[in-house]
């Protein structure tokens, strides 16, 4: 069974080349693969329908995001690109001196490892949940957080399922 490309609309897409519910899943491999190779990958970014980040893997910092992540975090572009996922969420191990990822602080942290995981192994981690520590402008609150993960070439896709603070 095949569809067509959610992104260049004309090739067609073998659902077996991505399962179902994965982040790339309509997306052919040729526009998964412009993902890696061009800086200025938007319009796939734009296709998935669930706030994305994409991230390089070393240093693990954010290349882009989709206006839906923008909107998520109330952000602007500039403030994703080059920042690690912690300073996009503002976990509060991200202001520390050791800095987001590198803090003792997150070494346990289900969303870092997930992201560290997916680079080393290339497999995709899904719907990984874990609560973090939020700096809002009126105080630090909890908010559940729950991703995904797949690799597209030297990058990794991080769709964001969740995020809300707690009751």
């Known amino acids: 069974m095949t569809t067509t490309c959610k992104v260049c609309g004309t090739k067609t897409v073998s659902v077996s080349q991505a399962a179902p519910g994965s982040i790339t899943f309509g997306i052919c491999e040729a526009c998964v693969t412009q993902v890696s190779a061009t800086p200025d990958?938007?319009?796939?970014?734009?296709a998935?329908?669930?706030?994305?980040?994409?991230?390089?893997?070393?240093?693990?910092?954010?290349v882009s995001a989709n206006k839906m992540a923008l909107k998520l975090f109330g952000k602007e572009i500039h403030e994703f690109a080059g920042?690690?996922?912690?300073?996009?969420?503002?976990?509060?191990?991200?202001?520390?001196?050791a800095g987001c990822g590198k803090d003792v602080n997150c070494e346990p942290?289900?969303?870092?490892n997930a992201i560290v995981?997916?680079?080393?192994?290339?497999?995709p981690r899904n719907g990984v949940a874990t609560t973090l520590q939020i700096k809002?402008?009126?105080?630090?609150?909890?908010?559940?957080m729950q991703v995904s993960t797949e690799k597209a070439?030297?990058?990794a896709l991080v769709?964001?399922?969740?995020f809300d603070g707690e009751a």
């Open 41 to 46: 990958s938007r319009a796939v970014l734009e």
């Open 48 to 62: 998935i329908h669930a706030p994305i980040l994409l991230l390089h893997g070393n240093p693990r910092q954010v």
């Open 83 to 97: 920042h690690r996922g912690g300073q996009v969420f503002d976990c509060i191990h991200s202001f520390t001196e």
């Open 109 to 112: 942290c289900k969303i870092k």
């Open 117 to 123: 995981d997916t680079f080393n192994t290339g497999e």
């Open 136 to 144: 809002k402008a009126d105080g630090i609150k909890d908010y559940v």
């Open 153 to 155: 070439g030297d990058l």
């Open 159 to 162: 769709r964001v399922e969740r």
